[in-house]
């Protein structure tokens, strides 16, 4: 298919800019989404040509297209781009932010305790001796005065008495 240079650099430049492009498999599309200058279908077209050559990888999933650059697309649209060879696309720049940081953030301070550690941290026992639901104390389950045999408490695959 026959595409203007215009709109070839401009989804040249934002492949190699980004590292990845994205596009619906809708061939009416007037314009891409990320690159304003080309249509859909241009996109598709080139992206289709780089992947023939083996510049970059496809995924096709739930009618979206999905390439990323490979390290040979990365030469390749640096040489034709005339681009530094210092300038990498965003996919390869370190992130500022800290990796040991979880999202979400942990505010707390060091004296104060989480409050479940791990998976049984939430069965524990309750603010005034009262105890979980099926862990004994009545109710439901297994302990005392529930409609189970008595014993541990919890449910199903107990210890069986």
């Excluded at 940081?101 to 409050?115: K, L, N, S, V």
Aim: with cysteine; charged share 30%.
């Amino acid at each position: 298919m026959l595409v203007t240079k215009k709109n070839r650099l401009a989804v040249y430049n934002y492949l190699f800019k980004e590292g990845v492009i994205c596009a619906k498999k809708d061939y009416r599309i007037p314009k891409h989404p990320e690159v304003a200058e080309a249509s859909n279908l241009e996109v598709i077209k080139l992206c289709t040509s780089l992947k023939s050559r083996g510049l970059v990888h496809e995924i096709f999933s739930w009618q979206w297209y999905y390439w990323s650059l490979t390290d040979e697309g990365i030469a390749y649209l640096r040489e034709y781009l005339h681009l530094p060879a210092d300038e990498v696309p965003n996919t390869l720049k370190k992130s500022t932010k800290d990796p040991l940081r979880r999202p979400g953030g942990d505010d707390r301070r060091d004296g104060e305790r989480r409050r479940f550690q791990d998976r049984d941290g939430y069965r524990g026992d309750k603010p005034g001796g009262e105890r979980g639901f099926g862990r004994g104390g009545g109710g439901f389950g297994r302990g005392g005065g529930g409609f189970g045999r008595g014993g541990g408490g919890g449910f199903g695959r107990g210890d069986g008495a």
